[in-house]
């Protein structure tokens, strides 16, 4: 298991940096340890306060991007949603951002 603690929302210019760096440190943490699947939550969207409408396309895009640049890399990842409202965002995000 990875653990990742993500920011606390602030608005500031620094959130999806950070928010970024829990999923892009997550995988690579698992490519290290020759892990070819992980889970992740909306990280920092529950008590944490980050909006989901701002989070999912970070989660998504940063995925992607470490994906394309370790291509030879094989791993599954599942986007784990809470409920109803984060499985449609993330849902009509990946078709948008197809």
Request: contains cysteine.
């Amino acid at each position: 298991m990875i653990h990742t603690v993500g920011p606390v929302y602030s608005g500031s210019r620094e959130d999806p940096r950070l928010l970024a760096a829990c999923y892009r440190n997550s995988l690579n943490l698992a490519r290290e340890h020759g892990i070819h699947g992980i889970a992740f939550s909306a990280i920092s969207t529950g008590v944490y306060g980050y909006p989901l409408e701002e989070a999912v396309p970070i989660a998504v895009d940063t995925v992607r991007a470490w994906l394309r640049e370790n291509e030879g890399y094989e791993i599954q990842v599942i986007f784990c949603c809470f409920n109803r409202q984060i499985f449609e965002r993330y849902q009509k995000y990946c078709k948008e951002s197809e």
